[in-house]
């Protein structure tokens, strides 16, 4: 479980000013919502395993730092910007969270091997039940934030991502930076008309 994992004191006092959580917002969480979505989209698309594997694992991350974010257990959480928040566990995404940290973020005898049984790992359907609730709760969350935040969030990269889009317009995500990435980097959406990607 996330518990056992060695994670920032949690505190419910704000660790900055509302400037610095707005600008924080802006940039991290924003991040943290391009990255899930776009990785969630390429386990889709990807056949070579190792590339699969990179983006599950990546997932994964952005997964359980938004869960964290949403339901109060980080350094930066969602209460911090709207006073008395906190995004309500669901029984498929505990189930999820339980499993994920044997699965990928620890080396231990209990990660479950290959041709494991079913509902040992977290698969297609528990991840598309992760993405869905991460989403909705996102949403939930972003309309009840105010200023400086609102405004901030609206500037963001992401927010044209987390509300549900049209049928037909496929979203992607492109770095700024020219040369070949060796860090996380800025990123901006283009959008155009074509069929949105099927999810298995």
């Known amino acids: ?3 056992r994992e060695g994670s920032p004191i949690v505190s419910n006092k704000s ?3 509302a400037s610095e959580l707005a600008e ?3 940039e991290h969480l ?3 919502m391009l990255m899930l979505q776009h990785t969630h989209r390429k386990l889709s698309q990807i056949e070579d395993q190792l590339d699969w594997n990179t983006y599950y694992e990546s997932f994964a991350v952005h997964a359980r730092n938004l ?3 949403l339901t109060n257990e980080e350094d930066v959480q969602a209460a911090h910007f709207v006073k008395g928040y906190k995004a309500g566990k669901t029984h498929e995404t505990v189930s999820a969270f339980q499993r994920l940290p044997l699965q990928v973020f620890h080396m231990s005898l209990h990660r479950p091997p290959t041709g494991s049984r079913r509902g040992a790992k977290v698969d297609a359907d528990a991840r598309d039940a992760v993405l869905s ?3 909705n709760q996102m949403n939930d969350f972003i309309g009840k934030l105010q200023a400086p935040y609102a405004d901030a969030w609206a500037m963001s990269d992401a927010a044209a991502l987390v509300t549900d889009q049209p049928q037909g317009l496929h979203r992607e995500i492109l770095v700024l930076s020219s040369s070949k ?3 996380t980097n800025s990123i901006i ?3 155009s008309e074509s069929a949105i990607p099927k999810r298995d």
Do not use: D
Request: hydrophobic fraction near 40%.
């Open 133 to 135: 609730w991460i989403e």
């Open 67 to 69: 869960y964290r974010f």
């Open 181 to 183: 990435p060796t860090a």
């Open 1 to 3: 479980m996330f518990e």
């Open 30 to 32: 924003s991040y943290e």
């Open 189 to 191: 959406i283009t959008t």
């Open 15 to 17: 660790p900055g000013s």
């Open 24 to 26: 924080w917002m802006k």
